[in-house]
């Protein structure tokens, strides 16, 4: 039996589903309140029928309710933990550290408890540290205090140390730090909210660097390591550095809509930031932009995938075929709603 926390996200139902396209046993993670939305779109891409569903349990566990993981996690034989919050809010930090960093000591805990005989825990390239822009960052870099670290990836970061914390005690883990995550799912919800901004008609753009990588990938890179018994090592997945303005680009293009044409620098940015927290302050919502997101859009981050293509032959999805593919969801689903 194979354990998915947090199945009802952007990643975790792309997981679940490349699991049972495999023919196997899994028990999905949710929360009470968890929207099944983007699972069952997600699943009606990768599926014509619902044959697989057969091999599918669904089960209520948050990754803080240890009495409810204590059950979801017995008889399990493999975890793949893709459960975290993701916020850039200074609002949402302390709940965010809770459900990163205590949610995943809970679930390595109960892993060892359980005889778990392996586990993989989906970090991110921001676990990995910003020390300062234009960096290459590879998976022996050391994680360095820095302004440019967000708290969702200082989160991120004290996660880790939680699961090499569980490798010492025995738990066969294997961590994977994937870039920007690209495809298709909630259009209103993190990475795939670009594609729905870019549709909608998006003006300005950054020279700011990032990794990127398709969500398939991440998926497949992360079973492929579980499969070949690789533990107590992680994985940059990472398909390409490419700048936010080219990814722009290529999106408007695929979306038959206006290229951006206004360059944000650091004095836009700013008046941004200060026009998003009086929209905020004014409506009571979350700012659409942060000093956190801010700052990242203008630097430049560079990750090197050569570890995982060494160790495992893995390649990645082009950026432009995922973009093609995204935009390709997108307008159905728009032509649909």
């Known amino acids: 039996m194979i354990a998915v926390s947090g ?28 929207n099944m939305a ?7 891409l990768l599926f014509i029928n619902n044959d697989a569903k057969q091999n599918l349990t669904w089960f209520e566990a948050d990754v803080l309710d240890i009495p409810a993981l204590e059950i979801a996690l017995h008889g399990v034989d493999e975890v793949y933990h893709c459960a975290a919050m993701v916020s850039f809010s200074q609002k949402d930090k302390d709940i965010m550290m809770q459900a990163n960093v205590q949610g995943t000591a809970n679930m390595v805990n109960l892993s060892l408890i359980h005889g778990v005989k392996k586990f993989a825990h989906i970090s991110s390239i921001a676990a990995l540290g910003r020390e300062k822009s234009g960096v290459h960052v590879t998976e022996k870099s050391k994680w360095v205090e820095s302004k440019l670290n967000s708290n969702y990836a200082v989160s991120k970061y004290k996660a880790e140390m939680e699961v090499w914390r569980a490798s010492m005690e025995g738990l066969n883990v294997v961590i994977v730090n994937p870039g920007v995550i690209l495809g298709s799912g909630n259009w209103q919800k993190g990475s795939c909210a670009l594609f729905n901004m870019a549709y909608k008609g998006m003006p300005f753009y950054t020279h700011g660097v990032n990794g990127y990588v398709d969500v398939l990938d991440v998926a497949d890179a992360t079973i492929q390591l579980m499969d070949n018994n690789i533990f107590a090592e992680r994985f940059i997945l990472v398909s390409e550095n490419t700048s936010i303005k080219y990814f722009l680009d290529e999106t408007a293009t695929q979306l038959n809509k206006k290229k951006p044409s206004i360059e944000v620098n650091k004095i836009l940015a700013e008046m941004a930031l200060i026009g998003s927290a009086i929209a905020a302050f004014l409506t009571g919502k979350k700012p659409n932009l942060t000093k956190e997101t801010s700052r990242a859009s203008l630097n430049k981050y560079y990750y090197s995938n050569q570890k995982i293509k060494d160790k495992i032959g893995f390649e990645f999805i082009p950026i432009k075929q995922t973009i093609a593919q995204t935009c390709n969801h997108l307008l159905q689903q728009k032509k649909t709603s």
């Open 38 to 44: 983007e699972f069952e779109y997600i699943y009606s």
């Open 7 to 34: 199945a009802t996200g952007f990643l975790g139902a792309h997981l679940v589903c490349r699991l049972l396209k495999k023919g196997l046993q899994v028990r999905a993670l949710k929360r009470s309140d968890s």
